[in-house]
């Protein structure tokens, strides 16, 4: 079990980088099935025939009519369709609701299931499953390099309830200007439109300059800066996983006061103490680093306390010590 | 950034964006003619409902599907359009059965709930361009329309006459071989800001 928990993080990885290459393929696909429904494969571009022969050598096994039979995956991680089980995020949802003023009770239900697994998981979304996430994490390992050869990057610290205003803040836009404000600065949704505009269609288009400009934010403002301070979908999900039952603890038995976690956790947390809050999104960095197995997943709803120095490390040992003497 | 400066940033946003409505909905752009997918809700209706996913696009089969940037205002930002002289809709409704939020309708293949339900404009013959009205027998609308006879039918030398089954598909105006085309669609929310 320990051994599973320990390389979680690259399982992770592993998903992460599964469903950005999913939100590639899809547009591929469809520009197969929209070739197939043409049926001229004789009038294709010696490209649109690339596409045309890797995606029905690909597709084959899995299909007989790719043309109806590939309708069942859809869409992106903002909203789509798996083998007929529509799926959203919530804070689609929210801000539908507050767009629209009214309640659609089958786009509701689409939220469903992500939102329990919130509830149990909590903030899980973040770290596991948004295709923003991989893009932001490879751009917190420039910044790392950026820092060692010693430049001054992300190096300040914001104010965490940011962006519980700009979720706030969107819901009264969104129902002001009956306008779903949040798809523009959503980056998880941006990223699964863009690469389906620059690959189907003509090209990227406006949401790629803004999600350029949060990785800028990221490099020179705070590390990690747009998820932790800017996203709405971080806010609800924090909101959402504030009792979640899956948490990360400390045994401060095997602790040994290292600081790799704190130094690995891109949220700017706070393991060593044992306080993981609201904002931790359970990717297991910490778990994955830590020397001596201190840290492992746990069932409870509510953080244990700050429970003292490791156990191995100096600062406890120091502590014994002057009792012994005693 | 101090949280009062924050709110301030948020306020002056939306007094601008209140301020410039027509950039908000550039409604009084007509060389911009696009419709909306089939069976979309009334233009207003359908930007409150949409929540921008793109899926609509993913399975269109005729890849007519297109979404906006920045050219019909910032509250049309990423919804799907159709420019029918590009590429116009089949009528095959797959984006009313992929769309999660109901702002396209899920409409069954089949005439009539096609003709109930399917506004996406009106398809209106340029007499002085059209070459059935100039003597040249020519018909090719009449023949791509998928609602032959019930949409559009032709009178003496094939000339076309709309009739008020047409939902606006486009297909007679993407099959025109005149150039300028003599038959265009008008959207459904543009024939509304028509009438007042």
């Known amino acids: 079990m320990k051994y599973i928990v320990r390389h979680l993080n690259?399982?992770?990885?592993?998903?992460?980088?599964?469903?950005?290459?999913?939100l590639i393929l899809l547009p591929y696909l469809h520009l197969y099935q929209s070739y197939e429904a043409a049926h001229a494969y004789d009038l294709l571009a010696p490209n649109e025939k690339v596409i045309?022969?890797?995606?029905?050598?690909?597709?084959?096994?899995?299909?007989?009519?790719?043309?109806?039979?590939?309708?069942?995956?859809?869409?992106?991680?903002?909203?789509g369709t798996l083998f007929?089980?529509?799926?959203?995020?919530?804070?689609?949802?929210?801000g539908q609701i507050s767009a629209g003023r009214m309640i659609y009770w089958p786009f509701l239900l689409t939220a469903l299931i992500p939102l329990l697994l919130t509830?149990?998981?909590?903030?899980?979304?973040c770290g596991w499953i948004c295709p923003a996430t991989f893009i932001y994490e490879l751009n917190d390992n420039l910044a790392a390099w950026l820092r060692k050869i010693g430049l001054p990057?992300?190096?300040?610290?914001?104010?965490?309830?940011?962006?519980?205003?700009?979720?706030?803040?969107?819901?009264?836009?969104?129902?002001?200007?009956?306008?779903?404000?949040?798809?523009?600065?959503?980056?998880?949704?941006?990223?699964?439109?863009?690469?389906?505009?620059?690959?189907?269609?003509?090209?990227?288009?406006?949401?790629?300059?803004?999600?350029?400009?949060?990785?800028?934010?990221?490099?020179?403002?705070?590390?990690?800066?747009?998820?932790?301070?800017?996203?709405?979908?971080?806010?609800?999900y924090s909101l959402l996983g504030r009792f979640r039952l899956l948490r990360i603890k400390r045994d401060v038995t095997t602790c040994n006061d290292c600081a790799k976690c704190n130094v690995v956790c891109q949220f700017g947390l706070d393991p060593l103490r044992d306080n993981f809050s609201q904002e931790c999104n359970n990717c297991t960095a910490c778990i994955a680093v830590c020397p001596t197995d201190a840290l492992s997943f746990t069932l409870n709803i509510k953080d244990v306390k700050f429970q003292g120095p490791g156990h191995l490390g100096h600062e406890y040992k120091r502590e014994i010590g002057s009792n012994d003497a005693v | 950034?101090?949280?009062?400066?924050?709110?301030?940033?948020?306020?002056?946003?939306?007094?601008?964006?209140?301020?410039?409505?027509?950039?908000l909905a550039a409604k009084n752009n007509p060389s911009?003619?696009?419709?909306?997918?089939?069976?979309?809700?009334?233009?207003?209706?359908?930007?409150?409902?949409?929540?921008?996913?793109?899926?609509?696009?993913?399975?269109?089969?005729?890849?007519?599907?297109?979404?906006?940037?920045?050219?019909?205002?910032?509250?049309?930002?990423?919804?799907?359009?159709?420019?029918?002289?590009?590429?116009?809709?089949?009528?095959?409704?797959?984006?009313?059965?992929?769309?999660?939020?109901?702002?396209?309708?899920?409409?069954?293949?089949?005439?009539?709930?096609?003709?109930?339900?399917?506004?996406m404009g009106k398809a209106r013959v340029d007499v002085n361009l059209c070459l059935s009205y100039q003597g040249k027998t020519c018909g090719v609308c009449y023949r791509a329309c998928p609602l032959a006879d019930v949409?559009?039918?032709?009178?003496?030398?094939?000339?076309?006459?709309?009739?008020?089954?047409?939902?606006?598909?486009?297909?007679?105006?993407?099959?025109?071989?005149?150039?300028?085309?003599?038959?265009?669609?008008?959207?459904?929310?543009?024939?509304?800001?028509?009438?007042?």
């Open chain 2, 32 to 119: 911009l003619r696009f419709v909306r997918p089939p069976g979309s809700l009334s233009e207003d209706d359908f930007i409150s409902r949409c929540i921008r996913c793109g899926q609509c696009g993913e399975i269109c089969p005729n890849r007519c599907i297109k979404f906006f940037s920045f050219e019909n205002g910032v509250a049309s930002l990423d919804t799907p359009f159709i420019i029918p002289r590009e590429q116009a809709c089949i009528l095959c409704m797959k984006c009313g059965e992929v769309c999660p939020t109901g702002a396209i309708k899920t409409i069954e293949r089949e005439m009539h709930s096609i003709l109930d339900n399917v506004k």
């Open chain 1, 153 to 236: 990057v992300s190096k300040y610290k914001l104010d965490k309830r940011m962006k519980y205003y700009v979720l706030a803040a969107g819901i009264v836009i969104s129902a002001t200007f009956g306008m779903i404000a949040f798809a523009a600065i959503y980056p998880p949704a941006i990223i699964g439109r863009e690469i389906y505009y620059s690959i189907a269609l003509t090209g990227f288009s406006t949401g790629m300059v803004f999600f350029l400009f949060t990785l800028l934010f990221d490099l020179m403002v705070s590390r990690r800066g747009f998820c932790r301070y800017v996203c709405p979908g971080g806010a609800l």
């Open chain 2, 151 to 196: 949409a559009i039918r032709t009178g003496m030398l094939e000339q076309p006459h709309v009739l008020d089954g047409c939902v606006g598909c486009g297909l007679c105006e993407r099959s025109c071989i005149q150039i300028p085309q003599a038959i265009r669609i008008i959207p459904d929310h543009t024939r509304k800001q028509l009438k007042g």
């Open chain 1, 119 to 125: 509830i149990v998981f909590g903030r899980f979304f």
């Open chain 1, 52 to 79: 045309y022969d890797s995606m029905e050598w690909l597709s084959k096994p899995f299909v007989k009519d790719p043309e109806h039979d590939l309708d069942n995956l859809k869409g992106t991680t903002w909203s």
């Open chain 2, 1 to 23: 950034m101090k949280r009062r400066n924050f709110v301030k940033a948020i306020a002056a946003t939306g007094v601008a964006s209140l301020l410039a409505d027509n950039v």
């Open chain 1, 84 to 94: 007929g089980l529509k799926l959203s995020d919530p804070l689609a949802v929210v």
């Open chain 1, 10 to 22: 690259k399982v992770r990885w592993g998903v992460l980088m599964f469903i950005v290459g999913m």
